[in-house]
């Protein structure tokens, strides 16, 4: 089955670290770009940044840049999305999303993960 | 960055109506625009790509065009499955923006 998979539910404080995960399967991870997006509780969606698993050639959105960090590691089909100090205005759920390019629409859709940050 | 305004915010309907979501660009996107749907407790799941292409597995009560900056998206013959809230998306320029979103709800 073709899918990705988020790992679970985080629970911080202000100030702390985070690193959050997104698995693939059932596909070439490589041949795929995958990219981040934040919901905060009752909002829409915003395109955080993007990453080659390939080559992890990443773009952020200027908003995003310089507060988050995207990798991937293409050895174990993962990417994720990290913070070295959270604040309690990263609270959201934080989706991964494939796509073909980098300038592309988002084909499959991680099941989300759920960030508190509250101290 | 691109903004997309959609409208209208909430849409109240009844199932077997028609509902006619827009969505525009503050600048042209040529064809490179996505429509997506989110159900409460769920992630977004594609439906339209390159403005009017259907997804994979979309029925054919999903309809969209557009190009440039104004686009459509038509639901007929509305099923209570299609309640949710849509989205598009803008990935003709970085950062690939999305609208604000519209629910549609049943009256």
């Known amino acids: 089955e073709v899918q990705l998979e988020q790992s679970g539910a985080e629970v911080k404080k202000p100030g702390e670290s985070l690193k959050i995960s997104c698995k693939g399967s059932?596909?070439?991870?490589?041949?795929?770009?995958i990219a981040w997006v934040r919901q905060l509780p009752g909002q829409g969606l915003e395109w955080m940044g993007i990453?080659?698993?390939?080559?992890?050639?990443?773009i952020y959105s200027p908003s995003f840049q310089g507060q988050v960090l995207i990798s991937a590691d293409k050895s174990i089909k993962t990417a994720y999305l990290q913070w070295t100090s959270l604040k309690a205005s990263d609270t959201a759920m934080y989706y991964c999303?494939?796509?073909?390019?980098?300038?592309?629409?988002?084909?499959?859709w991680g099941q989300g993960t759920l960030v508190t940050v509250s101290s | 960055e691109i903004v997309l305004t959609q409208s209208p915010g909430t849409q109240s309907l009844s199932p077997g109506e028609t509902a006619t979501l827009s969505c525009r660009a503050s600048l042209s996107v040529s064809k490179y625009l996505a429509w997506y749907q989110q159900k409460p407790g769920q992630a977004p799941r594609l439906l339209i790509y390159a403005s009017s292409d259907r997804a994979i597995g979309i029925p054919d009560r999903f309809s969209a065009s557009g190009s440039g900056t104004d686009f459509t998206l038509t639901i007929s013959r509305l099923e209570p499955e299609d309640f949710a809230t849509y989205y598009c998306q803008q990935y003709g320029s970085a950062p690939h923006t999305f609208g604000q979103g519209t629910k549609l709800e049943i009256k």
């Open positions: 059932g596909y070439g991870f490589t041949n795929y770009w």
């Open positions: 990453i080659s698993p390939g080559d992890s050639n990443t």
């Open positions: 999303a494939r796509s073909y390019t980098s300038e592309s629409f988002f084909d499959l």
